[in-house]
């Protein structure tokens, strides 16, 4: 990267490895310019892009999972303002006495101000936090309530 949205890249990149360290112990990140790459100064819209990806396989316990989110952050420097929108992607497969598996995605978006590039790189990092931790919230309780709903006999089983 370089030009006008070269600091906001760097701090964002540095606070999306942190991340990555924290929360993927085998996860990979990049952070990208998606548009705007010739940007030359204040006035300028651009977007970074950030890619995260992690995967476990672990035949010996008869499964594997993946995780992949890609996030678009949209610099509007008119406006002082960062749009984001969230592509999120969960894969599991279990395959022990049977076999079961998961494809879930999930789409996001959320905004905040534009601030120095140290304070919107610990902002886009939370924001990003945030939701994932929401989206498997939301996995754990769609998975917690299969026994009552998708699983449920539709008629009274004889004795």
């Not at 100064?41 to 396989?57: C, Y």
């Not at 996030?71 to 008119?78: A, R, T, V």
């Not at 598996?101 to 924001?127: M, P, R, V, W, Y």
């Not at 309530?145 to 539709?154: C, M, S, Y």
Request: hydrophobic share 35%.
């Amino acid at each position: 990267m370089k030009g006008y949205h070269f600091p906001q890249g760097c701090a964002l990149d540095g606070e999306i490895l942190r991340y990555v360290g924290e929360a993927y112990p085998k996860g990979v990140c990049s952070v990208c310019c998606g548009n705007g790459k010739d940007a030359e100064g204040p006035g300028s819209d651009f977007e970074l892009v950030v890619v995260i990806s992690a995967a476990r396989h672990s035949p010996q316990n008869f499964c594997n999972g993946s995780w992949r989110s890609v996030w678009s952050i949209e610099f509007k420097d008119e406006v002082q303002m960062l749009e984001l929108k969230g592509k999120l992607q969960v894969g599991a497969h279990y395959f022990e006495e049977g076999n079961v598996q998961l494809d879930a995605k999930h789409e996001c978006k959320d905004s905040t101000i534009f601030q120095s590039s140290e304070d919107s790189a610990i902002t886009i990092g939370n924001i990003i936090r945030q939701h994932k931790a929401e989206y498997l919230a939301s996995l754990e309780a769609s998975y917690s309530n299969l026994p009552d709903t998708t699983f449920k006999v539709p008629f009274k089983i004889p004795d």
